[in-house]
């Protein structure tokens, strides 16, 4: 399976500031997403990024706040904007590898805004 | 709303019995299944997947579906301490690309020596 790599690992940041993570995979893969887990909390989607094409958004998440960028088919970064603590999570990359496989995630990102 | 369930636990066993791990999900649709392994402070790490109603059996690892019922679970043989983490049911949100999952809110177990 695809190894997947997220920069920062984590990051203590200050209310109204932005930070861009980023998530590199070893190989060419079509589809890759964006999860947030919350303390204590499951993961839920944020968006998913095709290469050549915007972000699709799930209900909640919109492109101001976390603006993402696909630019080739091994790299995508996201952008969490104004920053404030309720966007204190892990934020996770995970990609699909082709139709039939199951996703993998990257190590995520730890954030906590002060 | 599709919705993926289950028991928030703790579920605590002794070391060597089986833990048993359940997740309802709310799409007739769907038609894969995935368990997830997450030890606190790490990433979520696949498992177990499962396709078709049965059983799949995969070293210590059973994953069992029933699509009538709606129902999958996680069967652990021979529990570790070293299994103690929080257990992750999803299933695909969409119809399409798998990679669009929806996670259960995860089961807590704990393995006592």
């Known amino acids: 399976s695809a190894v997947i790599s997220q920069k920062p690992s984590r990051d203590i940041c200050q209310r109204g500031t932005s930070l861009t993570i980023q998530c590199q995979v070893d190989?060419?893969?079509?589809?890759m997403f964006w999860y947030r887990q919350q303390p204590g909390q499951s993961l839920t989607l944020i968006a998913t990024?095709?290469?050549?094409?915007?972000?699709?958004?799930e209900s909640g998440f919109v492109i101001d706040k976390f603006p993402i960028s696909r630019p080739n088919l091994t790299f995508s970064t996201l952008t969490v904007s104004n920053m404030s603590p309720e966007d204190s999570s892990i934020y996770l990359c995970?990609?699909?590898?082709?139709?039939?496989?199951?996703?993998?995630f990257g190590d995520g990102t730890r954030l906590s805004i002060l | 709303q599709k919705e993926v369930e289950q028991n928030s636990g703790p579920l605590s066993v002794p070391e060597g019995a089986i833990a048993s791990l359940n997740c309802t999900y709310s799409?007739?649709?769907?038609?894969?299944f995935f368990w997830y392994r997450q030890y606190s402070g790490k990433s979520p790490e696949l498992i177990m997947f499962?396709?078709?109603?049965g059983d799949k059996e995969d070293g210590r690892f059973t994953a069992q579906l029933n699509k009538a019922s709606q129902y999958v679970s996680l069967l652990i043989r021979d529990s570790q301490p070293s299994d103690s983490a929080t257990y992750l049911c999803?299933?695909?949100?969409?119809?399409?690309?798998?990679?669009?999952?929806?996670f259960g809110k995860g089961t807590k177990l704990s393995v006592k020596p």
């Open positions: 995970s990609v699909e590898e082709d139709g039939n496989q199951p996703q993998h």
């Open positions: 190989s060419q893969v079509t589809m």
């Open positions: 990024a095709n290469q050549g094409s915007e972000a699709t958004y």
């Open positions: 799409d007739r649709g769907s038609q894969s």
């Open positions: 499962i396709y078709s109603n």
């Open positions: 999803a299933a695909p949100n969409y119809g399409g690309s798998q990679g669009n999952l929806i």
